[in-house]
């Protein structure tokens, strides 16, 4: 056994092997990771993730001396050197860090492999002393077996080097992008992911070889691929931030809190992971405040004894700003969609406040969602007041989605507001029942309810404008004909309902918040609100 001293206290295992087959196929085998469960006994399912050129992110179920476990290691491959560095994001419980190389080198008789592990070994760990032991022996059984696999021409049989062997960032498509089908199952999603500052390289990473046959189900592989992209970029902001390039830092950090968010989206099965996953978005989010070109400050609201996390966001200079409060949906993120909306309002002149109240954000899944919200926005409201970078007397308030509805139910009920934005919020949810089941799936979480009969029945009696007072100041209603959740309908409802002045923004050919036209309308609300706080252009 080799073993070497490195720093931070790191302890190193180092293995070799001469396999007698050309230094080219060692590489493609190590890289070929999809293949590796029939190289390897000790590796039980493995999974890749691409998160940039020579870089993937691969999650395998392993079972060898240190047990049977689940680990993730990020990897960034060097062609030219023939290298592979690595760092282990998961790892089992006898180990507390681990990062290494693997580097292939021509050799007389074919090609050495030499592996290394720097580790640092749990100090509660009963097996630590023995942990270099154990790596090396186990490290010796993978080796050995790529050994004989290879050297027994097994690489070779699915048809010849240029059809068997895989490029290190594995199979393509024909079209070298996403499948039909998945394409067709997630297209809904696209724009939503482009308003939180992902693109479509971001996209088809994640999607390509997703195994998602539709909207409905496997929303797992969905959460392991977006969560792998966000590590990705995490680990670019950190490096981009330390070396001074902030605007490349503010990009990846916006991203990566944009992954881990649509990482839990629509992810009910495993509800330990996704709210995991909504607390990083808020940590990552914190992260990078401090290199934001807006002006963030961190608040916690207090409603009825519970705390609820926000931030108040104004432009960088001497207020007050005139400002919008910005009322989430149930699955929206404020530190991700509302952000997005954020920026926007804060380029042409408005601070805003946003927050996530009971059942929103980090408390989705915690604390149930309640029926008179108007009273959280009026806490919230009477704890902003006096603040001296906000203007109390030019607030307005705008919501997406469900959000909609809530920004219309609180601007009735909270004085001080002087106009109201609704972005595909209704009147009234009366079409619970008709409402796709994945939503219905969504507003369960919310509410926790335990099913669609009392789901339906809070919906009917409690989540809609009839008891409340119409609403007197400025209201502008944006709504998709197309829309299957808040139908068109309960749009045209709620403009009956208000006793102001009404606008409505309508797209015949588009769905639920028409996302298609988000470069169209963002604009014009925002453009909308500055008239009505009287926003003055610096």
Request: proline share 6%; glycine share 8%.
């Amino acid at each position: 056994m080799s073993t070497r001293t490195t720093p931070e206290k790191m302890n190193s295992v180092v293995n070799d092997v001469v396999i007698g087959v050309p230094a080219d196929r060692v590489w493609h085998a190590c890289t070929d990771i999809e293949r590796w469960p029939s190289i390897f006994p000790t590796t039980l399912d493995v999974h890749r993730t691409e998160v940039g050129a020579h870089e993937v992110i691969m999650d395998m179920r392993v079972a060898n001396e240190l047990g049977e476990n689940v680990v993730r290691s990020h990897r960034r491959y060097r062609p030219e050197e023939r290298r592979i560095d690595f760092r282990m994001v998961t790892l089992p419980p006898s180990i507390a860090a681990m990062q290494g190389t693997w580097t292939v080198e021509p050799a007389e008789d074919g090609a050495r492999l030499v592996v290394v592990h720097d580790f640092v070994p749990r100090a509660d760990d009963p097996a630590a002393p023995d942990l270099p032991r154990t790596l090396f022996r186990t490290t010796e059984n993978v080796l050995s077996a790529l050994k004989a696999w290879l050297e027994e021409g097994r690489d070779l049989a699915a048809g010849g080097d240029a059809d068997g062997l895989r490029d290190a960032w594995g199979p393509r498509t024909a079209a070298n992008g996403i499948s039909a089908e998945t394409f067709e199952n997630c297209e809904l999603f696209f724009s939503r992911l482009g308003l939180a500052g992902l693109d479509w390289g971001d996209i088809t990473m994640v999607l390509k070889d997703l195994r998602k046959k539709s909207t409905h189900e496997d929303w797992a592989d969905w959460h392991r691929r977006w969560s792998a992209l966000g590590v990705h970029y995490e680990e670019r902001a950190a490096e981009s931030f330390a070396a001074g390039h902030l605007e490349t830092g503010r990009i990846a950090n916006r991203k990566a809190a944009a992954c881990h968010h649509y990482a839990e989206f629509f992810f009910f099965d495993d509800p330990e992971a996704k709210l995991a996953s909504r607390d990083r978005v808020t940590e990552v989010f914190r992260r990078g405040i401090p290199h934001l070109q807006e002006v963030v400050v961190p608040l916690t609201f207090s409603h009825d004894g519970e705390d609820l996390p926000g931030y108040v966001m104004t432009p960088p200079g001497e207020g007050p700003w005139p400002f919008v409060v910005l009322v989430n949906g149930l699955d929206s993120a404020k530190e991700v969609e509302l952000y997005a909306f954020a920026r926007e309002f804060i380029a042409r002149g408005m601070g805003v406040v946003v927050f996530d109240g009971p059942g929103q954000g980090v408390h989705i899944g915690r604390k149930p969602m309640v029926t008179d919200f108007e009273r959280v926005v009026g806490s919230v409201m009477e704890q902003v007041v006096g603040r001296p970078e906000l203007d109390e007397r030019r607030a307005g308030i705008f919501g997406v989605s469900y959000g909609g509805y809530l920004a219309a139910r609180a601007a009735a009920a909270v004085p001080g507001f002087r106009a109201c934005v609704n972005l595909s919020g209704g009147f009234d949810l009366d079409n619970y029942a008709d409402i796709n089941v994945m939503v219905r799936k969504d507003f369960r979480f919310v509410f926790h309810m335990e099913d669609d009969a009392a789901m339906e029945k809070l919906a009917r009696t409690a989540i809609n404008l009839r008891d409340v007072p119409p609403l007197k100041i400025p209201l502008l209603a944006i709504h998709g004909e197309l829309d299957t959740i808040i139908p068109m309908e309960s749009c045209e409802r709620m403009l009956e309902w208000a006793a102001g002045e009404t606008e409505l923004i309508r797209y015949p050919g588009e769905r639920h918040v028409a996302t298609n036209y988000f470069g169209d309308f963002i604009p014009r609300f925002c453009d909308w609100m500055a008239e009505r706080l009287d926003v003055v252009v610096r």
